[in-house]
């Protein structure tokens, strides 16, 4: 959708802009449910999120576009993906958008160059191994030094039976492994929507948050 829009004629009123009017309420949806549990942040997808999606799936449906097209493309995108797409309604772990999975691959695919040293199985099955630990480290909140350093100075005297402690999620990490969360990070940036009052996409965006979001008012949505 956002490459279909590039064209700066094609902008006011088109289809492409109008997507973008679901993508961006569905976005905003996650940003309020950033900080639920799965558990929550599944029930709240399904009572606000899932219509939404339901609409844009329906408006795709009837989107005449070139198949060549960008948006002829988009909409192809869109109608085959849509089981997937629609697997953050079955789990609240999941995320709506992949971003977060290819930041976390890019440290990854950068080093590759340094495979040639990895000249056997065991060495790239080694190499692969050390990346999942410092990635989901990452991911956890901890610092990879100290925790791949508390790895290897606790795990020569580790039981089978007592792994689960030393998972990156555990809770009984010691604090040193963890990445000290500065305030600032705490509060993330609300998604901006189009400012142009009066154009097509603004009264469209306008009409779409006032019927999707008078139900998160009377929930009691996180603000």
Request: net charge neutral; proline share 7%.
């Given at each position: 959708?956002?490459?279909?829009?590039?064209?700066?004629?094609?902008?006011?009123?088109?289809?492409?802009?109008?997507?973008?009017?679901?993508?961006?309420?569905?976005?905003?949806?996650?940003?309020?449910?950033?900080?639920?549990?799965?558990?929550?942040?599944?029930?709240?997808?399904?009572?606000?999120?899932?219509?939404?999606?339901?609409?844009?799936?329906?408006?795709?449906?009837?989107?005449h576009a070139l198949p060549k097209s960008?948006?002829?493309?988009?909409?192809?995108?869109a109608l085959l993906q849509r089981k997937?797409?629609?697997?953050?309604?079955?789990?609240?772990?999941?995320?709506?958008?992949?971003?977060?999975?290819?930041?976390?691959?890019?440290?990854?695919?950068?080093?590759?160059?340094?495979?040639?040293?990895?000249?056997?199985?065991?060495?790239?099955?080694?190499?692969?191994?050390?990346?999942?630990?410092?990635?989901?480290?990452?991911?956890?909140?901890?610092?990879?030094?100290?925790?791949?350093?508390?790895?290897?100075?606790?795990?020569?005297?580790?039981?089978?039976?007592?792994?689960?402690?030393?998972?990156?999620?555990?809770?009984?990490?010691?604090?040193?492994?963890?990445?000290?969360?500065?305030?600032?990070?705490?509060?993330?940036?609300?998604?901006?929507?189009?400012?142009?009052?009066?154009?097509?996409?603004?009264?469209?965006?306008?009409?779409?948050?006032?019927?999707?979001?008078?139900?998160?008012?009377?929930s009691a949505l996180p603000q």
């Amino acid at each position: 959708m956002y490459e279909s829009i590039k064209p700066v004629t094609a902008r006011d009123g088109s289809d492409a802009e109008r997507g973008l009017v679901f993508i961006n309420l569905l976005f905003a949806f996650e940003h309020e449910f950033r900080d639920l549990s799965p558990e929550e942040r599944l029930e709240k997808r399904l009572k606000f999120s899932k219509p939404v999606s339901d609409d844009f799936f329906d408006w795709v449906g009837t989107v005449h576009a070139l198949p060549k097209s960008l948006l002829g493309e988009a909409v192809t995108y869109a109608l085959l993906q849509r089981k997937y797409l629609e697997n953050v309604y079955l789990d609240g772990r999941l995320e709506l958008s992949n971003n977060l999975s290819e930041r976390s691959l890019r440290p990854f695919v950068k080093g590759r160059t340094q495979w040639l040293f990895s000249n056997t199985p065991n060495g790239a099955e080694s190499s692969s191994i050390y990346f999942s630990i410092v990635e989901t480290a990452k991911e956890n909140l901890l610092n990879p030094f100290q925790y791949i350093k508390f790895l290897l100075e606790t795990l020569p005297t580790t039981k089978s039976s007592e792994l689960e402690e030393l998972l990156p999620w555990s809770e009984n990490l010691p604090d040193i492994c963890r990445v000290p969360v500065k305030e600032s990070n705490k509060q993330m940036e609300k998604p901006k929507y189009p400012s142009k009052k009066g154009s097509p996409l603004y009264m469209a965006l306008e009409k779409l948050r006032a019927r999707y979001q008078t139900k998160c008012e009377s929930s009691a949505l996180p603000q």
